[in-house]
């Protein structure tokens, strides 16, 4: 079975601290997708990245950062120096299908709270 | 270019009541799909529609929930009658197939927040 776990269900920090949000997920796929998304107090989940199961390569993009490591079947966030514009919820997300759009299996989410 | 819309934002209902929402893909895509968030919960699938069909609806709940999309446009999710355990925030999805780094990625709206009394 597919599972998503975000443990952390929400994370206080004071602006320009570092924050790391935690995923760890479990598939018996071998080949599949990962993503983060973003719910502003809008609503709407907004896109962040998706990682294929292929690629363990870091990513970073401005302040926000992505550990993927098959080892220990996580997928980590990192916001670097946070924002109050960051302040969300935060939901990570897989997907079974390496190609063909599948599903989304999402973790519970963490909700991030950046005070000023 | 528009994103996914759906409407109404906010219904509340009345426990045996009909009520239907409705979701605009963004332009062009063809795949469609439904998810549900209960009380703080995960997001969870419903369905997923490709063009007009019904691809997987493997998450609907039971056959108190009806969704359709005709002509492969916009969908309309119908759960009649409501209980109690229905409410919560509905999202709706759309992706587009193909190659590149943009394709098959799930956009999603706003959800429509359902409350049931």
């Known amino acids: 079975a597919q599972k998503v776990t975000q443990a952390q269900t929400e994370i206080s920090v004071v602006e320009k601290e570092d924050v790391t949000l935690d995923c760890v997920y479990e598939?018996?796929?071998?080949?599949?997708?990962l993503f983060w998304y973003k719910q502003p107090p809008s609503g709407e989940l907004v896109f962040l990245i998706r990682r294929n199961s292929f690629d363990e390569q870091n990513e970073i993009s401005g302040r926000y950062s992505w550990n993927f490591q098959k080892s220990t079947s996580s997928f980590n966030f990192t916001i670097t120096a946070s924002q109050v514009v960051d302040s969300a919820v935060y939901f990570c997300a897989l997907s079974g299908t390496y190609y063909n759009t599948d599903k989304l299996i999402f973790g519970t989410g963490t909700r991030l709270q950046v005070f000023p | 270019e528009a994103g996914v819309t759906q409407f109404p934002s906010h219904s509340v209902i009345e426990k045996g009541q009909t009520v239907t929402l409705r979701c605009d893909p963004i332009?062009?895509?063809?795949?469609l799909y439904w998810y549900r968030r209960v009380m703080g919960k995960e997001i969870k699938f419903l369905l997923h529609?490709?063009?007009?069909?019904?691809?997987?609806e493997s998450g609907m709940p039971n056959n108190r929930f009806l969704a359709e999309r005709t002509g492969g446009t916009y969908s309309t999710l119908k759960v009649q009658p409501a209980e109690l355990e229905d409410s919560g925030v509905y999202f709706c999805?759309?992706?587009?197939?193909?190659?590149?780094?943009?394709?098959?990625?799930?956009?999603f709206g706003a959800g429509t927040r359902l409350s049931v009394l």
């Open positions: 999805a759309s992706s587009q197939d193909g190659l590149g780094s943009l394709k098959n990625i799930q956009y």
């Open positions: 529609f490709v063009k007009e069909s019904k691809q997987d």
């Open positions: 598939t018996r796929d071998t080949t599949y997708y």
């Open positions: 332009s062009g895509h063809d795949n």
